[in-house]
């Protein structure tokens, strides 16, 4: 009952324009609170698999994406949308989504024990340095600005030290206030991070995306089906890009269905035909997007280390509910583990009847809402969610603070999520440096003990790769760009 | 990426960017400067921190200063003076949460963003709807969140 709620609750969320999965999932985590953690585990990431789900809705038939997940969705979904095929591509996405949902979901359950095994081995110094990794590998994706993640995701760090200090109990950065004792509020800021600054631009123009397409006829579902069969190894091979891309700590939907569907075009017999209404481009996307859900869950469950923007949030929930991940999860909490997972896959099989009969019946009346009821209403969510957290009105200001300065440094090009990675990761990194910094000085080499086991040294190559290899790419691209300028000169 | 977001890629110094970076450089100055108060212990990891988002934007200045390469841009489209409205009327009602109660300042404030983001004309229909739906969604997350949830909302201090 509580999957089936909150497949209803994702999609018309994700459904919305302008509100991604992650909002979804922030501004209704409030409501997990008072649950039981299994129960309360099941309705989020039933809302996160619907909340992805949804943003294909409007990427088909309006050409916006619902989330960023879905916007490669756009690229062939409207133009079958505008030619007449908008049922096909909404029964082409559901179907899509259930076959990757279910491949993450799938992953989750057999990789995670494996993963937890694994890590079981790490201490203070691998902790540190899988912090480590997670922050290089979202500055690395920042594609073509990876300055601009570093230093996003230094102030992301920077933040996370405001308050007492995990070890030692200094005060940091408060300023002699009371306020800023308790730090900066994950998800206070998560939400302003990510919601005020699509609201600000929410309300700046007469909104021409909520007109709706009107070629939408039925179902169209064995139509759908022999297209989905045609191309089941696209779909299988976007659902495992999908999985693998999401373990990667802040990489996301959007960057998984965007690999997705550059593979599946250039695999394609009929690529000439993708970004012109090619079947073979939904499946791929919103298979691979769907993917990310379980996916992401890996690293979030068993290393603590949030796979996806939403991921970031439940695991702020699981905080809530006093439940610490890592290795532990599986050991101590096996059960609350087990119904998650099951309960992910009962939300992603719901999907196909859920998703069709909203898909046709709904996304007219939700697309339908005015700006003036709701930017008001976004705005009563994220205050009202972001005061349920700690009953604190300083985080709501702080929450709204962060999202005008987030507003400012998107305009920048800093995005929010390698200063919310900062944020999370921020503790953990800390914790690890400094209790392997003190262990290191009663063996009396510093340095070595950072450098010491093959895990440790295995994430420090990643993370070298990580950092050297868009750098690299980086200056390559900016080398051409000056000889093309000194040969046009 | 709405409406109001609108991309551009160009080759050319990245000036707004430099100039985040250098107030970037000074808030990095500031949070060293304010680790003497700190124990060692506590101190090292925002130092550091400190020094990399120094080096990094300095780094991203000095690389604008002698390469420039492509810059993708957010072309800011739309009202300003709408964008100023929401978040003033956002900022008025977190600061009376207190003074007026969760449930006022919220009515208060929900009616500031319908006018903010409103773009049809007015008629008496249209009031009628609005209101109907305001009242729907305030009282339905107000009985959600401080009755099933028992969230403690915020009471008016003049009551």
């Known amino acids: ?489 | 990426m709405t409406e109001a977001q609108i991309t551009h890629t160009e080759k050319q110094r990245d000036w707004p960017g430099m100039i985040y970076a250098g107030f970037f450089v000074v808030i990095g100055v500031f949070a060293v400067y304010f680790t003497r108060d700190m124990s060692p212990l506590g101190a090292v990891f925002p130092k550091t921190i400190a020094l990399a988002l120094i080096i990094f934007s300095l780094s991203y200045i000095a690389q604008n200063l002698i390469s420039p390469g492509s810059v993708q841009r957010l072309t800011t489209e739309g009202s300003w003076l709408r964008r100023t409205a929401l978040v003033v009327v956002m900022l008025a009602w977190v600061l009376l949460l207190n003074t007026l109660g969760f449930l006022l300042a919220g009515v208060l404030g929900f009616i500031g963003m319908i006018l903010a983001g409103n773009y049809d004309a007015w008629s008496r229909r249209r009031v009628l709807i609005y209101a109907a739906v305001s009242a729907a969604i305030i009282g339905g997350f107000y009985t959600l969140f401080a009755i099933v949830l028992n969230v403690p909302l915020p009471e008016a201090s003049w009551l």
């Not at chain 1, 007449?84 to 992953?107: E, I, Q």
């Open chain 1, 1 to 489: 009952m509580l999957a089936f709620i909150g497949v209803a609750a994702g999609i018309v969320i994700g459904g919305l324009p302008g509100l991604s999965a992650t909002m979804a999932v922030a501004v209704l985590v409030p409501i997990t609170f008072g649950m039981e953690p299994s129960s309360g585990l099941i309705m989020l990431g039933a809302i996160y698999t619907g909340a992805i789900y949804g943003g294909a809705y409007s990427a088909i038939l309006v050409n916006t994406p619902g989330t960023p997940s879905a916007i490669a969705t756009t690229f062939d979904g409207y133009p079958m949308a505008k030619r007449g095929d908008g049922d096909l591509a909404v029964t082409l996405a559901t179907l899509s989504s259930v076959v990757g949902g279910l491949t993450g979901a799938f992953a989750l359950l057999t990789l995670a024990p494996a993963l937890a095994t694994i890590a079981l081995k790490f201490g203070s110094v691998e902790y540190f340095w899988l912090a480590i990794l997670g922050l290089t590998l979202i500055s690395a994706l920042s594609d073509g600005a990876t300055l601009k993640g570093f230093i996003g995701a230094s102030l992301g760090l920077l933040l996370s030290t405001v308050g007492v200090a995990v070890v030692g109990g200094d005060v940091r950065y408060t300023f002699g206030s009371s306020l800023l004792l308790g730090g900066v509020e994950i998800i206070s800021a998560l939400i302003g991070l990510y919601c005020i600054p699509v609201l600000i631009d929410l309300v700046a123009t007469p909104d021409p995306h909520l007109r709706i397409s009107q070629k939408s006829g039925g179902f169209r579902l064995r139509e759908a089906m022999g297209l989905a069969l045609r191309s089941k190894f696209n779909m299988l091979r976007s659902a495992v890009i999908g999985t693998i891309v999401a373990i990667l700590p802040g990489a996301g939907g959007s960057i998984a269905s965007l690999v997705a569907y550059s593979e599946a075009r250039r695999s394609s017999p009929r690529r000439e035909n993708f970004g012109k209404g090619e079947p073979d481009g939904i499946l791929a996307t919103e298979s691979a997007n769907n993917a990310t859900v379980g996916g992401g869950f890996i690293p979030t469950l068993v290393l603590g280390i949030p796979g996806t923007p939403p991921d970031a949030i439940i695991l702020g929930a699981l905080l809530v509910q006093g439940i610490r991940t890592g290795p532990e999860l599986f050991a101590e909490n096996a059960s609350i583990s087990y119904t998650f997972i099951y309960g992910l896959l009962i939300a992603t099989f719901m999907l196909l009847p859920m998703g069709l009969i909203i898909g046709r019946y709904a996304f007219k009346s939700i697309i339908g809402i005015p700006k003036a009821i709701l930017a008001p209403t976004i705005a009563f969510m994220t205050v009202i969610g972001t005061f349920a957290i700690r009953n604190n009105i300083w985080d709501v200001l702080i929450m709204l603070v962060l999202g005008v300065i987030g507003w400012f440094l998107n305009r920048a090009g800093i995005k929010p999520s390698p200063i919310v990675l900062g944020l999370i990761l921020g503790p953990i990194a800390e914790q690890g440096f400094v209790q392997a910094f003190l262990m290191g000085q009663a063996q009396g080499n510093v340095l070595a003990f950072f450098f010491t086991g093959p895990i440790a040294l295995s994430i420090v190559a990643i993370i070298v790769v990580a950092m050297v290899y868009p750098l690299i790419g980086q200056t390559m691209r900016w080398r051409r760009g000056l000889n093309t300028r000194q040969s046009d000169d």
